[in-house]
């Protein structure tokens, strides 16, 4: 797995682009909630059809969701928000700079 | 294939419904519902997707409606969302029926305002309200129509509730115009651009020689591709002045991507008319069954032996199931076969009659009952909501051989047959996933080379090792998959693969009517597509086999050995000699192309050694072979595994991707794969023993 892990990084240049951009913003995103954490989506980083694609499926700005499951060996993450369930993948996830919020 | 005669042909008289909605809307039974069952399926042109339609009396009024692929959004993104939106932009119905999962409101209102945006009429069907209503959602339809200037109806399309309503407001929106939809909804910075791109539009040449509509203008702002394309393509590759500068203005306003901020703007008008038109009247479940479902089936430990006890499952009864149905067949055409030769006196008329009409007919038909169970499972899986599951749990590991978790989909159904799952393959959003996904799928091995396998298996290994071997074989043909997909997307297709943005259904209990359906769909694109092919192929190996025919008193080897196939395989026999492999062989693997368990009988022809009981069988006598041992054994199951598929295959190949190149490329690689790996196979196994 460990190997499988450095080959991931050095090839997923998406992750590291959208993972790069939310540092720079200094902003928390999807990936790193942990299981059964409420959000608000302030802002989706991810461009073109990858952020089109995610606003359409209710990650826009001001949508509530929660993070119901994180996948082992940064596999996809499973979100529920509008009253569903949306699966992403690890590296989609860093494209959505969300706010942390009380559950309660 | 396009015939568009049954649109074209418009009548007055007639309104044509074009049924659309998200996936797992209850579109597809609401649609079964409105039509019953007079129904047929056509292609449309610009449509690459089958498109059910079906028709219906209402108060005296002729109604058709037409199923399209379920679609999250009109910015086409799959091929299935892309033949949807071209359906309604082309063939433009009289009604959009857009049918919105209540439960699941503001993401199928999105689909919903997107339609409206287009101007055509449209009809909203709040369908499966009850389960909306059970968890404590109230809907006021009547509100959420006006604001959105469009008729919503309540249905619930399993119980049949609303239907009469429904059509009712389909016959009355047909007569009337739509109301406009005006941009300044989304603010006033995407009004300004629209307006600013409408009138760069209006300066340049058009695409269709109508004068450009608002809506042409909305999609050039929100950077839509097949909208940018079709004015580029008019417009020497470029978008025409001042509408590029439009977009950039707006995102240099509001400081995002205009896809992103377009999308965002949408969901506003959505949330506030969903604040105005719904209550919760109590609080949503935390545990809903789904979510209980799930904390097994998507277990990081449960549910990956779950998923591969499912599978293990699925593939066990496909083939148990299955094996008495094709046993009755085989026996009737050979029973049929046997009937017409002692009717029929001339020897070449019989042998076409026998050889090449029955047996080609019987090698399809027979197969059928493999891809009905096959597609029976697969399709109760998926209306389950399973499936979704199961790419949840292989994208994972796809991702990192540069497939994708719905590859998987395609790839199981190739255990059954490569046809259907190339054809499965639609399902992958992005082009590239979906051509790699098609490209590694021959690999699988099918259903029809289980019989090549089990009989040399069965003749070579000790009995109480076979399971393992064939397993192992069974086995090569995902690795090898995964492998090839890997050196694909590193060298031809570079490049990420596409976003796994997936819904994950809720659980529903699927329903054997709604199966069987789908199964016919498919069962009927099998048989046309796959069919008529394997049968001109089997036509053809007929004749290779039967040609120059013999004389009279040779005996079926002789008539054989003097065939053109035998001399196919005389020159392909250098190539095969590293193998291990001598003529026979190569003419039985020639004779696979045009399926594959031609093979097996092909050898029952050729390994008919003269000194072996009469009544030996087709095992005894490949191990009293003197030209074919074990080795012989190991290089040509591999090669089989491998090896260019059947040319219903290379047919399917070509229809889905539109081009020989693809074609050329499948035979070519396979091939090469198929000999490199037999002679490693072979070479080890020299070590070895």
Redesign the interface.
């Known amino acids: 797995m460990k190997h499988l892990g450095r080959r991931r990084r050095r090839r997923g240049g998406d992750e590291q682009c959208n993972r790069r951009r939310a540092e720079l913003a200094g902003t928390l995103t999807v990936a790193d909630l942990s299981e059964g954490e409420v959000f608000e989506v302030r802002r989706v980083l991810a461009e073109g059809e990858l952020g089109r694609r995610l606003v359409e499926m209710g990650l826009s700005p001001g949508a509530r969701g929660a993070v119901a499951r994180m996948a082992p060996f940064r596999g996809p993450v499973q979100i529920d928000l509008l009253g569903y369930s949306l699966s992403l993948r690890r590296s989609e996830a860093y494209g959505v700079v969300v706010e942390r919020i009380d559950p309660s | 294939m396009a015939s568009s005669s049954n649109v074209s042909t418009r009548r007055s008289d007639v309104v044509r419904v074009a049924v659309a909605g998200n996936p797992n809307s209850g579109k597809t039974t609401l649609f079964n519902v409105l039509t019953g069952a007079r129904l047929k399926t056509g292609n449309y042109p610009g449509v690459t997707v089958d498109v059910t339609s079906g028709e219906r009396r209402h108060k005296g009024g002729e109604l058709v409606f037409y199923d399209l692929p379920g679609a999250?959004?009109l910015?086409a993104?799959s091929i299935d969302e892309l033949a949807a939106r071209r359906f309604i932009l082309e063939e433009k119905p009289d009604v959009v029926l857009n049918v919105i999962d209540s439960?699941?409101?503001?993401?199928n209102l999105?689909y919903t305002l997107q339609l409206r945006e287009l101007d055509v009429p449209v009809v909203g069907a709040l369908n499966m309200i009850d389960e909306a209503e059970e968890a404590g959602v109230e809907i006021d339809a009547e509100r959420l129509g006006e604001i959105l200037r469009t008729p919503m109806v309540k249905t619930v399309g399993s119980k049949r509730r609303g239907v009469e309503e429904l059509l009712d407001a389909i016959v009355e929106t047909a007569r009337k115009d739509a109301f406009r939809w005006t941009p300044s909804v989304y603010g006033v910075e995407i009004e300004r651009a629209a307006e600013r791109a409408l009138a760069a539009l209006g300066k340049a040449t058009t695409p269709d020689e109508t004068a450009p509509t608002t809506w042409a203008a909305l999609k050039i702002v929100?950077r839509d591709?097949d909208e940018t394309a079709k004015w580029r393509a008019v417009n020497e590759g470029e978008l025409p002045d001042g509408a590029t500068e439009a977009v950039e203005w707006l995102e240099r306003h509001v400081g995002?991507?205009a896809?992103?901020y377009f999308?965002?703007q949408r969901?506003?008008v959505i949330?506030g008319a969903v604040r105005e038109t719904v209550r919760r009247v109590k609080p949503?479940e935390r545990k809903t069954p789904?979510?209980r479902i799930?904390a097994f089936a998507?277990h990081?430990v449960f549910g990956v032996v779950g998923f591969l006890v499912v599978m293990a499952a699925v593939f066990y009864a496909t083939f148990t199931l299955s094996e008495p149905p094709v046993a009755w067949l085989e026996r009737g055409f050979a029973a049929l076969g046997e009937f017409a030769a002692s009717r029929i006196d001339d020897p070449t008329l019989r042998s076409f009659v026998v050889d090449g009409a029955i047996g080609g007919v019987g090698g399809v038909l027979s197969f059928a009952p493999i891809i009905v169970v096959l597609f029976l499972l697969v399709t109760l899986l998926e209306e389950s909501g399973y499936m979704?599951r199961a790419a949840?749990?292989m994208?994972?590991v796809f991702?990192?051989f540069g497939l994708h978790?719905q590859s998987f989909i395609p790839l199981f159904i190739g255990f059954g047959c490569t046809v259907p799952a190339i054809m499965a393959a639609r399902t992958l959003k992005s082009p590239t996933d979906r051509l790699v996904t098609i490209l590694v799928s021959p690999l699988i091995s099918c259903g029809a080379r289980l019989p090549i396998y089990a009989l040399i298996v069965g003749a070579f290994s000790p009995p109480e090792y076979s399971w393992a071997i064939l397993l192992g074989v069974y086995a090569l043909g995902p690795i090898a998959a995964m492998g090839t997909a890997l050196l694909f997307r590193a060298t031809l297709f570079r490049g990420?693969t596409s976003?796994?943005?997936?819904?994950?259904?809720?659980y529903r209990k699927p329903t054997m009517s709604g199966a069987m359906w789908h199964v016919g769909r498919r069962l009927w694109r099998f048989l046309k597509n796959a069919g008529t092919v394997i049968f001109a192929a089997s036509i053809l190996v007929w004749a290779l086999t039967a040609f120059p025919r013999p004389a009279a008193d040779a005996t079926a080897r002789e008539a054989l050995e003097q065939s053109y196939a035998a001399q196919m395989g005389e020159a392909i026999a250098p190539a095969m000699a590293p193998l291990g492999l001598d003529w026979k062989a190569g003419v039985a693997l020639v004779s696979g192309l045009a399926a594959k368990e031609i093979v097996v009988s092909t050898m029952g022809v050729l390994y008919h050694a003269e000194e072996a009981a009469p009544d030996a069988t087709l095992r005894e006598r490949l191990r009293d072979d003197g030209s074919f041992d074990a080795l012989s054994a190991i290089s040509l199951v591999v090669f089989v595994a491998l090896y260019v598929p059947c040319f219903a295959t290379l047919a399917t190949i070509r229809r889905e991707t539109g081009s020989w190149k693809w074609v050329a490329f499948v035979a070519g690689y396979t091939v090469a794969l198929a000999w490199i790996a037999a002679f490693l196979a072979h070479r080890l196994g020299v070590a070895l023993l």
Do not use: Q, W
């Open positions: 999250y959004s910015s993104y439960a699941n409101l503001e993401r999105y929100e591709k995002e991507s896809p992103v999308a965002g969901y506003g949330r949503p789904t979510s799930d998507l990081p979704a949840f749990i994208d994972n991702h990192r978790g990420e976003p796994f943005v997936m819904e994950l259904p809720p």
